[in-house]
């Protein structure tokens, strides 16, 4: 079959926080994707364009961008398109679409943290695919790294994954992706490769190993829908990998949908990504990576085709979904009223605010379009659908996202999807990596031991760190964030990947503590807090709007506590030596949007609005909420 020599296509993947962003930026500078004017001003990171990403450190979305290299023996340039991917197996959809794209993939793994959960995670996907397999061992520099046992370790990686002996024979390079260093000869630990001053020898592995894309020549058209974005001016524009024929601007097309129906479209744009800009063009090739306007209802997954003889590509199929949690209208006291619940000083900041069950409704089925790893499902009530994704921080992101663009929401506490085999009720489980100083082990796996979790392998490194892995049930892992930091000091790591479905492990409890409870509404005065604060743990300043029913911290022991946070202090006539005594308020404890979810028990939700995080009961009456409970213990 013809190959195209002067196109190569490939993804970079790993764990989350291993460098790949990183990596990309220097090949893009080293490649002469931008001027000599504009280097100064380049942002580190520059992939990572989506706020929520910057203030994270992760990516979440899948982007591609190109870079031209010019062979050193002086032949024609080279287009390396290159697709930057999520290390964070909540966003595996991502992954999974940018696979789809490409002939070969970078494995980018850190040389001192060695392979982890999601590196196991992207190496599967990536061996299921027969894809070829560079090896980037990555922070060569780091005080710490140990790079012969990371190589062995990735070695193991792959047999444990069933790689057949030609994907088990790949080349490594290391590297420091922050200087832009890049060498085939082994550094010593905790060095920057010395025999090299660029990426070069990085390039040139990928020219080597990655295929170039082959065709079959006179082939009909057959592009393949791998993402999308939108334009002002454009509309909704189509990513697509082209896998035979040609597609030209201005060319009819056929557009088989994802239910086998086939229409006619005529391709009004096409693009090609050069460095971060797109550019228009005329034609675009096999093996070329493009981006098409004018079809304003195109999916992902979907196939543009040759209207004589149109033949559809496979779907992109994504694992299933293991955590839901329910987004319904905000259904609080203060809906509408900003963020401190004084309606007429904040009436000029919510002019926008969407609060309608159409409102987001519409939102989650925009989501919908370039989320393929999301499901929204009805409920029995009409303004509140249930939301599958891949774990809790996807839907943590797709709320903060929804909360910035000025919607007002419930959530739900986040529940696993449970799956029925042969009679019986499976849940999913996770593969938990732990990475403790070795006086936390004690507390790490009394912690598990509570959350059903089994010990499956334990290594020591003999540098005071022990690293433990576990088999979790995914419901044991809400909530388990938070308290393992609290119980390891901060210094703790873990990272959970999907491992499969196993029978119910039966009933957990991951909170001990319950929660104390406004019982009136009003505003939150010191003298309350400066007496309650013996009771818990509070999570509200002095002067916050509270209602009946929300809940303003967390108490010391087991059961709820109602409590009046808005008293105020009696005034009277009668002189005291100690009537002005000041009692110090503990600074309460802030909850963000993940930890407030964590937080939940099954009785209780988190209001969600543009300025304010709020936690409160479902049944916000006092009076019902003592009815339902002594119905139960009836």
């Known amino acids: 079959m013809p190959t195209r020599h002067d196109i190569r296509n490939v993804a970079i993947v790993a764990h989350v926080d291993h460098g790949k962003t990183t990596i990309v930026d220097a090949m893009l500078k080293q490649a002469g994707a931008f001027a000599a004017h504009q280097l100064e001003s380049v942002d580190d990171r520059v992939m990572d364009s989506n706020d929520l990403e910057r203030e994270k450190g992760i990516t979440i979305l899948a982007k591609n961008t190109a870079v031209k290299y010019h062979p050193k023996d002086g032949g024609e340039p080279i287009t390396i398109n290159i697709i930057d991917t999520p290390g964070h197996a909540d966003f595996g959809g991502e992954v999974e679409r940018g696979l789809s794209m490409v002939d070969a993939v970078v494995l980018l793994v850190d040389a001192s943290e060695g392979p982890l959960p999601q590196t196991r995670f992207v190496l599967r996907k990536a061996l299921q695919q027969r894809k070829p397999v560079i090896l980037c061992i990555n922070k060569t520099d780091r005080p710490d790294s140990r790079i012969d046992e990371v190589v062995n370790e990735t070695y193991d990686l792959f047999l444990d994954l069933d790689a057949d002996e030609d994907q088990i024979e790949f080349p490594i390079v290391y590297a420091c992706g922050r200087d832009g260093i890049a060498s085939l000869t082994k550094p010593e630990d905790g060095t920057v490769p010395a025999d090299s001053t660029n990426l070069e020898p990085f390039f040139s592995t990928i020219l080597e190993h990655v295929p170039a894309p082959a065709y079959e020549e ?112 905000n259904t609080s006291p203060l809906v509408g009223r900003g963020g401190t619940g004084k309606g007429a000083d904040a009436k000029s900041a919510v002019k926008d605010r969407k609060v309608t069950a159409r409102q987001v409704k519409d939102r989650l089925d925009r989501e919908l379009v370039g989320n393929v790893s999301l499901r929204v499902l009805d409920t029995e009530r009409p303004d509140a659908w249930e939301v599958q994704g891949r774990g809790e921080l996807a839907l943590a992101i797709l709320v903060e996202q929804m909360r910035r663009e000025g919607f007002e929401m419930t959530i739900g506490k986040p529940q696993v999807v449970t799956k029925e085999v042969d009679g019986k009720v499976h849940e999913p489980v996770e593969r938990l990596t732990v990475d403790v100083p070795e006086e936390h082990m004690g507390a790490v796996t009394q912690l598990m031991g509570t959350r059903k979790g089994r010990m499956d392998n334990m290594s020591n490194h003999g540098s005071g760190w022990v690293r433990m892995e576990f088999v979790v049930p995914s419901r044991g892992l809400i909530g388990f964030r938070t308290e393992f930091l609290t119980n390891t000091r901060g210094t703790g790591i873990a990272h959970s990947i999907h491992e499969g479905h196993e029978p119910w492990f039966g009933e957990l409890k991951t909170r001990n503590n319950g929660s104390l409870v406004a019982d009136r509404s009003g505003a939150v005065t010191a003298f309350a807090m400066t007496n309650l604060q013996e009771r818990g743990v509070l ?33 009277t006539n009668m002189r005291s030596s100690s009537a002005d005594s000041f009692e110090a308020i503990v600074p309460p404890r802030k909850l963000s949007l993940e930890q407030s979810l964590e937080f939940c028990r099954d009785d209780e939700c988190v209001e969600v609005t543009p300025e304010a995080v709020r936690i409160r009961k479902v049944v916000l009456d006092q009076k019902e909420r003592g009815r339902t409970a002594s119905r139960a213990k009836r």
């Open 218 to 329: 006179d082939a009909p058209l057959q592009a393949h829908v791998t993402n999308l974005d939108a334009d002002n001016f454009l509309g909704r524009i189509a990513l697509l990998r082209v896998e035979q024929g040609e597609l030209r601007k201005g060319q009819t097309v056929a557009w088989i949908k994802r239910d086998g129906s086939i229409s006619s479209v005529r391709i009004t744009e096409l693009m090609m990504t050069e460095a971060l800009t797109r550019k228009p063009a005329e034609v675009a090739g096999p093996g070329d990576i493009c981006a098409v306007a004018g079809i304003p209802d195109i999916m992902i997954g979907e196939t543009l085709a040759d209207p004589e003889n149109p033949v559809a590509l496979p779907l992109i199929t994504v694992d299933e979904p293991a955590i839901s949690m329910t987004i319904g209208t």
């Open 539 to 571: 999570f509200t300043d002095p002067g916050t709007e509270v209602y009946e029913g929300m809940i303003v911290g967390e108490n010391s022991r087991a059961d709820d506590m109602d409590v009046n946070i808005t008293k105020e202090k009696k005034l």
